[in-house]
């Protein structure tokens, strides 16, 4: 897709430092990385979001994650993984990614929870109605 920043990373035209790539994905390393070792999953065609991209895709992805997982553990002793990806909200680059994040014992990465919420009851009831 003309004017997106993965599309061309996907193609080569902008550089990325690849630690996998092959005819439906590419793996990199994130500019500005939350952990040593953050690298983005890409699929070398456009889609938007989860709602999206082909189930293929998705399986692949899965299994490349994997691969890229022990390649983490093996050669910069990541501990854990913390697997995220964004979907429009919180979404700064409009193609989908997943983000592969190593985790190390002293790393202090949290999932911040929100304030003011609603009661998990109230919660449950609003998804369960018909
Ligand atoms: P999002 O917020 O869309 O889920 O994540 C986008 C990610 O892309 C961010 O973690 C950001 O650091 C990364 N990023 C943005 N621009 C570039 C770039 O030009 N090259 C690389 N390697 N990563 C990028
Ligand atoms: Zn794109």
Redo the contacts with the bound molecule.
């Keep these: 897709m003309k004017d997106c ?2 599309c061309k ?1 996907a193609s080569g035209e ?1 550089p ?2 690849t630690i996998y790539e092959d005819d439906l994905v590419k793996v ?7 952990s040593n070792g ?1 690298v ?1 999953i890409i699929p070398k065609k456009h889609y938007e979001n989860f709602l999206d991209v082909d189930d293929e895709i998705i399986l692949h992805s899965r299994e490349v994650a994997k691969k890229v997982y022990v390649l983490l553990k093996e050669k910069i002793n990541a501990h854990g993984l913390t697997i ?3 979907n429009f909200h ?6 989908y ?1 997943i ?1 592969l994040i190593p985790r190390y014992l002293d790393d202090n990465i949290e999932m911040k929870r929100q304030e003011n919420k609603l009661d998990v009851e109230e919660i449950y009831a609003k998804l369960k109605e018909d």
């Design positions: 920043l993965f990373i902008i990325s430092k990199f390393l994130d500019i500005n990385p939350v953050h983005l995220v990806q964004n919180g979404q700064e680059v409009k193609h990614h983000h």
